[in-house]
């Protein structure tokens, strides 16, 4: 069956700007989590959306949204993007609010 | 407040040679412990998962760790590494208090040929 599927898989954005990522989960798999890998700071939970609810959600700040829809599909949204915002963005699912074990290929924005 | 910590930053073996990667997490309560690998350029994949049972789980490529609980440890081995093996781990734990997992920052192995 196919993986989780994030597009797109680059971005380039300038400081100011907004950028939505979109991520597909396996099939069946109702929830999605996100993450944001920098070389610094590592992989950091951003929130886990389950059933189109936001179950929980890590230490960023409002810039950071996201949502799902009811096929499972989610976005993530970044408003009034900041140089710190480079990263690669990682989603995930699994079938229940859970333990993660499918990742994305992630999607790789740079912030200029 | 809740840490996972991985005490290498990088390591450097050569083939054949034996690999224990620590990890240590500080949540209190009933965990579940991960191990991912993330080979140059490819997805995180999982290794390994503790939930319950017998503290020695194997994982894939033959790859184990072991859950002290005394020690809050979940350290990663594997008895003789191949160059195939260069990749970054990472240790993650999620709590029962919460629904989030968190990530250690990572260690990166380069295994010479």
């Known amino acids: 069956k196919a993986g989780v599927t994030q597009t797109p898989r680059y971005l380039i954005k300038t400081r100011g700007q907004q950028v939505t990522l979109s991520c597909s989960p396996i099939?069946?798999?109702?929830?999605v989590s996100w993450y944001q890998q920098t070389p610094g700071q590592g992989l950091q939970f951003l929130f886990e959306?389950?059933?189109?609810?936001?179950?929980n959600k890590g230490n960023f700040p409002g810039r950071f949204s996201g949502r799902q829809f009811s096929n499972s599909r989610s976005e993530m949204n970044v408003s009034t993007l900041e140089l710190g915002d480079s990263a690669l963005y990682l989603c995930?699912?699994?079938?229940?609010?859970?333990?993660?074990?499918?990742f994305g290929a992630g999607t790789r924005l740079s912030v200029l | 407040a809740q840490s996972v910590s991985q005490h290498n930053h990088h390591v450097i073996l050569s083939e054949a040679a034996s690999l224990e990667l620590g990890c240590n997490y500080s949540?209190?309560?009933?965990?579940?412990l991960f191990w991912y690998v993330q080979y140059p350029g490819q997805h995180l994949q999982l290794l390994l998962k503790?939930?319950?049972?017998?503290?020695l789980v194997k994982g894939i490529k033959g790859f184990e760790a072991e859950f002290i609980k005394s020690k809050f440890s979940f350290n990663l081995r594997k008895p003789s590494v191949q160059w195939s093996d260069t990749a970054e781990y990472f240790c993650?734990?999620?709590?029962?208090?919460?629904?989030?997992?968190?990530f250690g920052a990572g260690t990166r192995l380069t295994v010479k040929p």
């Open positions: 995930a699912s699994s079938l229940e609010s859970g333990p993660v074990e499918y």
């Open positions: 099939s069946g798999h109702r929830s």
């Open positions: 959306y389950f059933s189109e609810t936001q179950r």
């Open positions: 949540y209190g309560g009933t965990v579940n």
């Open positions: 503790y939930f319950s049972g017998d503290p």
């Open positions: 993650a734990v999620k709590s029962d208090n919460n629904n989030d997992m968190r």
